[in-house]
Every structure is written in structure tokens, then in C-alpha cells.
């Protein structure tokens, strides 16, 4: 036995589970994640590891031409990003951010919306920019 071929396994098991878990359908509230692989259609991706993708992470992988099409690419994924956010989170990639040269891009995207236990009150809530560490 290899213990540490048997640890991996048991960490995509759990997140296996975590996934199902997270997508099952609630009534108070709803939560969903999505995971979605590009990769550029000349470096063609191992069919065993895209089986553990499916297969563990639901991550549907898409060949895609980076190299003569990146822009439209980056609007493809800003599109499917947006539709499995309900449109709460548009234009993830801004213009430029891909190019000729990428090769691999995973998008995880995750949308909730549920009840607060506790309501508060609109009038105390202001639109504000979201920062985020690098």
C-alpha cells in the first residue's frame, strides 16, 4: 500500500462529498459551485486526469484556442462565470488578462442566496469597492 496515493485519494473522496453536499438543493437557502477547465485545445489534457476531474470535482474541461482567440475566450469564460452566478459576478477577466500564451485557466465559481436569521436594515447598507489580497 502507499500511504500517500491513499491521503490523495481520501482528500478528492472529501471533496467529492463536500461538492455533493454543497449542491444539494435546500429550501432556506441556495447554494452552488461550478468548476470549469480551459485549456488550450493543442496541449490536449491526460485522459486519466481528466477523468478525476469529472469525476471528483465536476469540472467540465473545454479545449479552447488560446492562441488565436483569446479575447473571445476570456468573453466565454466571463459569460459562464456570470451564468452560474445569476449574474452577481460579470466580467471576472477584464480585456487583456489572457493571451496567445495561456495555456490552463480553472474557473470555480459559487453562488448563495438564503434568508438572514436576522434581518438588517437596508438603510444601513451602502455599496462599497470589494478589495482583495495578492
Do not use: C
Amino acid at each position: 500500500k502507499d500511504p500517500e496515493r491513499e491521503g490523495a485519494e481520501n482528500i478528492h473522496s472529501g471533496f467529492k462529498k463536500l461538492l455533493s453536499d454543497i449542491n444539494k438543493p435546500r429550501s432556506t437557502y441556495l447554494l452552488k459551485s461550478a468548476n470549469r477547465l480551459y485549456e488550450e485545445k493543442t496541449y490536449p489534457l491526460l485522459p486519466k486526469f481528466l477523468q478525476l476531474i469529472t469525476s471528483y470535482y465536476n469540472a467540465k474541461p473545454q479545449a479552447v484556442n488560446f492562441k488565436r482567440a483569446a479575447e473571445q475566450v476570456r468573453a466565454q469564460i466571463n459569460s459562464w462565470v456570470e451564468n452560474q452566478t445569476e449574474r452577481k459576478i460579470q466580467n471576472l477577466l477584464p480585456a487583456g488578462s489572457l493571451h496567445s500564451r495561456t495555456v490552463l485557466v480553472l474557473v470555480n465559481a459559487i453562488y448563495f442566496k438564503g434568508k438572514w436569521e436576522k434581518k438588517f436594515l437596508e438603510k444601513n447598507t451602502s455599496e462599497m469597492p470589494f478589495r482583495i489580497s495578492k
